[in-house]
T-cell receptor, first 112, second 115 residues
């Protein structure tokens, strides 16, 4: 079953602009991860944030986590055409398993 | 290191047939998970294998099964295929030790079409 929802479902921006995607989830989590998928291919891990962390950075990526609101956001700064992809958040719960529960994803289109 | 490989990449079957998909994890990875991706249901967890044992299982019917070999390679099998089984099947491997903080490395997927 899906853990939550990404918002927006689709986002279209110009190169150089920032892109912000939001993710909401339903249950308590151990950590939350963001993945990228290019055109129906495999998923690429972008960043992991633990439940006791509030913000994390990796290159042009910034992730925030608000466990009180059960939500996370992914910010991509200075977007490039190569960032065009679908972005998924995935949560890991406290069951002890590393199973990922995915949201529905945001399709990002970055135009040159 | 070579990434996760999945074979075949594309497969066309007819209803009622069975299919076996294969996944070779990154060298040294002992955990292999399988996910199904469809436009309607999104990405859903099928099962996870660790050291040849099924460690966790998602909410799928018994027609979906899997196994893992001593070299960590994994196969999943779907019997009595239905039209709704058409999907992208993704395999992911992770570090030798179990751990919820482990990044999962995904293969390119097998695109299964059931006619």
């Amino acid at each position: 079953s899906q853990q939550g929802e990404e918002d927006p479902q689709a986002l279209s921006i110009q190169e150089g602009e920032n892109a912000t995607m939001n993710c909401s989830y339903k249950t308590s989590i151990n950590n939350l991860q963001w993945y990228r998928q290019n055109s129906g291919r495999g998923l690429v891990h972008l960043i992991l944030i633990r439940s006791n962390e509030r913000e994390k950075h990796s290159g042009r990526l910034r992730v925030t986590l608000d466990t009180s609101k059960k939500s996370s956001s992914l910010l991509i700064t200075a977007s490039r055409a190569a960032d065009t992809a679908s972005y998924f958040c995935a949560t890991v719960d406290f069951s002890g398993y590393s199973t990922l529960t995915f949201g529905k994803g945001t399709m990002l289109l970055v135009s040159p | 290191k070579a990434g996760v490989t999945q074979t075949p990449r594309y497969l066309i079957k007819t209803r009622g047939q069975q299919v076996t998909l294969s996944c070779s994890p990154i060298s040294g990875h002992r955990s292999v998970s399988w996910y199904q991706q469809t436009p309607g249901q999104g990405l859903q967890f099928l099962f996870e294998y660790f050291s040849e044992t099924q460690r966790n299982k998602g909410n799928f019917p018994g027609r979906f099964s899997g196994r893992q070999f001593s070299n960590s390679r994994s196969e999943m099998n779907v019997s009595t295929l239905e039209l709704g089984d058409s999907a992208l099947y993704l395999c992911a491997s992770s570090l030798p030790s179990s751990g919820v903080y482990n990044e999962q490395f995904f293969g390119p997927g097998t695109r299964l079409t059931v006619l």
